[in-house]
């Protein structure tokens, strides 16, 4: 028998329910930094399972920050949601509609709906200090940033500097049509592009971030909205140098984010980091490190004391998911065909066709550091090419700390 199967089945725990989940709660500790991965951004179980795990931090541990790979500005609509904010009570398909931007069906779906309402519950329950609440951490939306910051500013303090500084780094964007690889193909005759008009504005507001405060965190949502600005134009800029440049870039500002909400809700913060696998597995345990290539789930790791950070990756062997066959295109529903003979999922699999969790400590991590691909499947995906580019070489045993498998999925449930 395979020695990588045989550790699976010594060390692997069968999951079929939330219940079955607890080793992995209490193996998770008193970690305040929990990352949950997922290998498509289409796979229902993957969401749900990660909502469940979600609930019970908040509940058992007193997590009270959730950041997920999304838009700061749309994500703001659900934080606002589930917190009470606003005098307004909308219908929680109006709010998850701000996800206007392909791919919107990674966060205006079925699953999140449920999710979200749930936090709001929640919420309700809860003192100001306890409620959760709910952040992107993403780094493309230049414009809509842009827009916040001028929308708020216009309202509260029409006379400030801040103000004028947005309005000066939104009107250098303006010949671009609010298209980013407009700029980044022009950015490459530009000597400083609108480097100093974003740069300036965030400078200026982190100065000044005390003028802003209120009891619905304005201070905090202008202060990243002006930082992703200021990261998105560097991003954009690095698209048309190296993928590997634009890459790090990306998760770089994510890490920033993440830490900008964690500061500002004080040192005892717990955060639970919803990304990809590829963004949340540590980097430095795949062949991404060949390339210079770092992401945030080895930034966090290297950030902060062992204890501190627990990372739980996801995997399938077979389903169907939501995803397109080109960027910008209509998602359809696609057949996730069985992994490719010995990759980590088909090993998964062959040790036991069941749902299963494994668990990585200092006894057991050394039988799971052998390379192995690992599927991982984008927005786009066509799996006629997927031996080709869609599976990662891997030490799954040092990328992760606990690994959720699940043998057959479905497709997530977009809205309509």
Not at 142 to 151: G, P
């Amino acid at each position: 028998m395979n020695p990588l199967e045989e550790s699976i089945k010594r060390h692997a725990i069968p999951f079929e329910k939330t219940e079955d989940l607890s080793p992995l709660i209490d193996a998770i500790g008193d970690a305040k930094i929990v990352l949950l991965g997922e290998s498509s951004h289409g796979t229902s179980e993957f969401y749900t399972v990660r909502a469940e795990l979600s609930k019970r931090l908040v509940e058992e541990k007193g997590f009270t920050l959730i950041a997920v790979e999304g838009d700061w500005p749309s994500t703001q609509h659900i934080n606002k949601y589930i917190k009470g904010y606003g005098e307004t009570e909308p219908h929680i398909s109006d709010v998850l509609k701000s996800f206007n931007r392909w791919p919107a069906w990674m966060w205006a779906n079925e699953e999140i709906a449920e999710f979200v309402s749930w936090l709001r519950v929640h919420n309700t329950l809860k003192e100001k200090s306890n409620k959760v609440g709910f952040y992107g951490i993403d780094v493309y939306s230049l414009w809509e940033s842009l827009d916040e910051v001028i929308s708020f500013l216009s309202k509260t303090q029409p006379d400030s500097m801040e103000l004028e500084l947005a309005r000066n780094a939104l009107s250098c964007f303006e010949t671009f049509n609010r298209h980013p690889e407009n700029y980044a193909m022009s950015s490459v005759n530009l000597s400083q592009a609108c480097v100093d008009e974003v740069s300036a504005l965030l400078t200026s507001i982190r100065a000044n971030e005390n003028n802003y405060k209120n009891d619905q965190e304005a201070d905090l949502n202008l202060k990243v909205n002006a930082l992703v600005a200021k990261n998105a134009e560097e991003y954009y800029r690095a698209m048309v140098r190296s993928h590997e440049l634009s890459w790090n870039l990306r998760d770089e500002h994510m890490v920033e984010a993440i830490n900008e909400i964690m500061d500002y809700h004080g040192k005892e913060a717990k955060i639970i980091i919803w990304e990809h696998n590829s963004h949340i597995g540590d980097a430095s345990a795949t062949d991404m490190a060949a390339s210079d290539m770092i992401n945030v789930g080895q930034i966090l790791r290297q950030q902060n004391s062992p204890e501190n950070v627990y990372t739980v990756g996801f995997g399938t062997h077979r389903g169907t998911v939501i995803a397109a066959e080109e960027w910008g295109v209509p998602f359809q529903q696609i057949e996730v065909p069985p992994a490719i003979k010995d990759s980590w999922e088909d090993v998964m699999h062959t040790s036991g066709a069941f749902n299963k969790l494994l668990l990585f400590n200092k006894q057991n991590r050394h039988l799971f550091v052998e390379w192995i691909g690992h599927r991982a499947i984008g927005v786009v995906y066509n799996p006629e090419y997927e031996s080709y580019g869609n599976y990662v070489p891997s030490k799954i045993g040092n990328r992760y700390d606990a690994f959720i498998y699940i043998d057959q999925t479905k497709a997530l449930s977009p809205l309509e």
